[in-house]
């Protein structure tokens, strides 16, 4: 369904209205327009659906989740971007993909390995593209900070150390098994990435821990996860992500010759900070905030209009939700888990970097702020 790819504009569907959609994807077509035009939601929920085409003109169709499919026929998408609970990304990725339709898919990718080897699946048989919003691969701190380890900066990097913690809303759909909740795939596809792409290499064993305060909000999902993720050339990773802590997000990589410290690195509404220490000095990269979800739709965008494979694709979300079953193996049997070869010829890149201004986020309908602030 590529209507008008020859007009140099993607068509989207955002498929989901819930906070991150509201506040951050919405908005963000306004600072990719030069290549992508929202024209489509759909949502099940019908007061959403009435208000917010009063706020994006653009939306010509609407239509609940059973409806997806003829919402995206009367709107002639070329895209869509999936922005609903983690256990519906598969659905509607192959939902997409059948029908020729490319796929822009919210991380985490999926729950499962075999549920992110299906979608890969689907989107090749049906010759359609499919990338994981990891926003931080188009945002500037992080890929300067990347930029700087492979300059040999702090020296050989060999050592990563990350907290990614926030307090979540009670009864927030992160709080629930049903629908893939708890820390580790909500937070901490971030950090496990983030040592991957610093590194540029994947683990090959992990050793993980969850915990509990016996807080309600968390029954059936972790409350608290922390890693160990150990490289092949020897270098180690720690991790701990919570949904019951103070909002925290910062990552440190120490090499043999200084170390570079980045925070809130994986936040989307603050400026960014880098710190970066060789020789007893420290030096401070102070970076504004910005829009980090319009590089997204422009970047996807372009890589339907040139037929090129995206950076992040599926493989790259495929990636991190291995590790992912492997923390969780690891903590249940308290021991450690080893992790079959795997590569990746893509990484994030300097290159891919995208200065958007920032958004003034909307007042959110009937989809709260998923922590208490």
């Not at 380890?149 to 907290?163: E, Q, T, V």
């Amino acid at each position: 369904m590529t209507s008008k790819t020859s007009a140099k504009k993607v068509r989207y569907a955002v498929v989901g209205a819930g906070n991150i959609a509201q506040v951050a994807v919405l908005p963000a077509f306004a600072n990719a327009a030069e290549n992508s035009e929202l024209v489509a939601l759909v949502s099940g929920d019908p007061v959403k659906r009435e208000a917010l085409p009063e706020r994006y003109a653009s939306i010509e169709a609407l239509g609940d989740y059973r409806e997806f499919e003829d919402v995206l026929k009367r709107a002639r998408v070329d895209a869509v971007f999936v922005a609903t609970p983690n256990t519906h990304h598969r659905e509607f990725t192959e939902r997409a993909a059948r029908m020729g339709v490319h796929v822009l898919c919210e991380k985490p990718m999926a729950p499962t390995v075999a549920d992110c080897e299906a979608m890969i699946a689907v989107c090749r048989e049906h010759r359609v593209k499919l990338m994981i919003a990891y926003r931080l691969h188009f945002e500037a701190a992080n890929l300067q900070a990347i930029e700087a380890l492979k300059a040999g900066k702090i020296g050989d990097p060999r050592m990563f150390s990350s907290l990614f913690t926030q307090q979540v809303r009670p009864g927030d759909i992160r709080t629930r098994p049903e629908l893939a909740g708890g820390a580790l795939l909500d937070l901490g596809v971030y950090p496990i990435n983030a040592a991957r792409y610093l590194f540029r290499e994947e683990p090959i064993e992990v050793l993980a821990a969850v915990s509990s305060s016996g807080d309600a909000r968390f029954e059936g999902v972790d409350e608290t996860t922390t890693a160990i993720l150990r490289f092949a050339s020897g270098r180690v990773a720690q991790l701990t992500v919570s949904l019951g802590g103070s909002s925290m997000g910062y990552y440190r990589v120490v090499g043999t010759e200084g170390d570079l410290h980045a925070e809130p690195i994986y936040d989307y509404e603050q400026g960014l900070k880098l710190v970066l220490t060789t020789e007893g000095k420290s030096r401070e990269h102070k970076f504004p905030a910005r829009d980090q979800f319009a590089p997204e739709l422009v970047e996807f965008s372009r890589c339907v209009l040139e037929d090129r494979e995206p950076e992040p694709s599926g493989e790259e979300g495929l990636a991190d939700i291995r590790v992912v079953e492997a923390v969780l193996q690891s903590a249940r049997s308290g021991r450690a888990v080893q992790l079959p070869p795997w590569s990746r010829a893509q990484r994030p890149d300097v290159d891919q970097e995208q200065r958007k201004p920032p958004v003034d986020p909307p007042e959110p309908i009937r989809a709260p702020s998923p922590t208490i602030r």
